[in-house]
């Protein structure tokens, strides 16, 4: 979509406004604060320890936002503090007569005095000398001097009204001219980004290796516009900076502010140079400890990896634990170099470092019980061996293949195509029916349970069973399906049908034990055998019994066709 002019100034405006606002609050930040008091100390001896740590706090005296003198040590009984105020009240009351030409210093016995109109400002003394710098007192008055008549001569200036005007209308200038140069260079950027976008990408696309092209071509225009667009952001950033410088200097009152700017930038450059040159030594030994730390891992890499890959069962470390523990075992050793390295990381003593590991902890013990309770019954799912892959389970009232075994849940695939996502502290607490540890090789057991009245004979319900699972599609014919009577109620035993089906996915399952239920309704229509269970109010007028000649119907055999020594 292509901008008009408008939309290209009103977009400069907007960025040149955006580096104007930071300006003015760094600025504002480092040049409108008052220092503050700056308590000495020495590493001499105890006596002169003691003297240092008694001696009074330095204080400023500012006067039209200058500070004019600082004063570090007590006068006649009266400390730098005190002495400062009462400067700053003389001046305020004499700045509307005195100029520049009304300055005195006049040396006297106890000090340099500092005098305005004849009026006494204050009185320097050798303790106001900053020993720092190797000051002499005539070199801290001479300087407290002409501080004082700059800034006379700035209050005479910011009641001039034609002076104001003027810097009125040169700052008014000054922002036209760099708001009509930041949207140039706004609107090259964006023509050179064209340009430079589509000579990088052709170039891009010749650039090849071994047949395959090196660059692509989108990615390479994507860097060429960024950088382009980060130049045109530093330039219009520098452009900012100027104008500002410029236009605080117009100005009694912020000239101060406008002739610190560029040191105060180039403390704040030396600062941050200066901690990250200061961190150096500290990032060093972290990077050698995670560098330790990373050749630990990739050292036991190819463990785990034989491990997994020889099919190893038994033990705690097998084929299906081997992964999951180099995950754990990499994560141990992550945690344990960041713990050591920790105390070399830049700003670890911060306060507000020490605030945001606080928050953590306390983000980690109230929310996060409930997940180191599922992680931690996915460990022992994990090496308990309760679940593979592969395996089809029954998990409380769930059933279904089991597709994925994670740290916090457990998938399962229903015979209908469902996905049941478990957590698994559920798992851990509910009992797990494994219908395929009971097998040889991959499958399942597959049972069902039917109940026929006591006047049909076992036998034949045994054999009708047994064929209809034979004859079933997914059914295995060894092992042979067995069927068990497991109880004898009231009115009639309970038979119970356990076969053996493989299964290539999960689905099958369901359909194996529909296709047996179907088989074995078909066995007991054909033989004219009713799947009922009876129930009576009263004793039936016919015994429900089998008389021995009934005990072989079809399709049961007698013994010895069968193999079996005869009763």
């Avoid at 299964?503 to 099958?508: K, L, T």
């Avoid at 129930?535 to 429900?544: E, G, L, M, T």
């Amino acid at each position: 979509m292509q901008l008009g002019h408008g939309s290209h100034l009103r977009l400069s405006l907007i960025a040149l406004a955006r580096l104007l606002a930071l300006w003015l609050a760094c600025a504002s930040w480092a040049f409108a604060q008052s220092p503050g008091p700056q308590p000495g100390a020495s590493s001499g001896p105890a006596g002169g320890v003691a003297a240092e740590a008694a001696a009074p706090p330095e204080a400023p005296v500012r006067f039209a936002n200058r500070t004019i003198t600082t004063l570090r040590g007590t006068f006649v009984g009266v400390d730098p503090q005190r002495r400062a105020r009462r400067a700053e009240a003389v001046l305020k009351e004499l700045a509307h007569d005195a100029g520049p030409d009304a300055v005195m210093l006049r040396v006297e016995p106890q000090g340099h005095a500092l005098l305005v109109e004849g009026e006494l400002v204050l009185v320097l003394t050798e303790a106001d000398a900053d020993r720092l710098r190797s000051q002499t007192l005539g070199q801290a008055s001479a300087e407290a001097a002409d501080r004082l008549r700059r800034a006379l001569a700035e209050t005479q200036e910011s009641r001039n009204w034609r002076r104001m005007a003027q810097a009125i209308a040169f700052s008014l200038l000054a922002t036209a001219l760099a708001v009509a140069v930041a949207w140039l260079i706004w609107h090259l950027r964006r023509r050179a980004t064209r340009w430079l976008a589509h000579r990088v990408a052709r170039r891009a696309q010749t650039l090849h290796v071994a047949g395959a092209q090196l660059v692509q071509a989108e990615r390479a225009a994507a860097v060429a516009r960024s950088g382009l667009a980060l130049l045109a952001t530093l330039l219009i950033g520098a452009l900012a900076f100027e104008w500002l410088g410029f236009v605080l200097r117009q100005f009694p009152y912020t000239r101060p502010w406008g002739e610190g700017l560029l040191a105060f930038l180039l403390g704040l450059f030396s600062g941050i140079g200066g901690g990250v040159v200061e961190a150096l030594p500290g990032l060093v030994v972290a990077a050698v400890i995670f560098g330790l730390a990373r050749g630990i891992v990739v050292l036991m890499r190819p463990f785990f990896a034989r491990v997994a890959a020889g099919g190893r069962r038994g033990g705690w470390l097998d084929a299906d634990t081997a992964r999951p523990t180099q995950r754990l075992f990499s994560l141990g050793v992550a945690v344990f170099a960041v713990v050591m390295a920790y105390p070399y990381l830049p700003g670890s003593g911060s306060e507000a470092f020490k605030g945001i590991s606080v928050l953590l902890g306390l983000m980690v013990t109230i929310g996060g019980s409930n997940l180191f309770s599922q992680a931690a019954s996915g460990l022992v799912l994990l090496y308990s061996r309760t679940l593979r892959i592969g395996e089809y389970v029954r998990i409380g009232e769930h059933e279904g293949t089991v597709t994925e075994t994670g740290a916090f849940t457990t998938r399962l695939r229903t015979g209908l195509g469902e996905e049941l996502t478990l957590p698994n502290a559920l798992v851990l607490g509910s009992v797990t029916r494994n219908y395929s540890r009971a097998v040889d090789g991959p499958g399942f057991v597959v049972d069902t349970v039917v109940t026929i009245g006591y006047d049909t004979p076992w036998r034949q319900v045994e054999a009708m069973l047994i064929e209809a699972a034979r004859g079933t599609p997914g059914v295995l014919a060894d092992p042979p399906p067995q069927v068990f009577q497991t109880a004898l109620t009231d009115f009639y035993p309970e038979y119970r049908l356990v076969c053996q089906a493989r299964a290539e996915q999960p689905r099958p399952r369901a359909e194996v034990l529909s296709r047996l239920h179907a088989r074995i309704q078909d066995v007991f229509n054909t033989h004219g055998v009713q799947i009922m269970s009876p129930h009576y109010r009263s004793d039936p007028a016919q015994p429900k019994i089998v008389p021995p000649g009934s005990w072989y119907e079809p399709p049961a055999r007698p013994p010895v066709a069968q193999g079996e020594p005869p009763a």
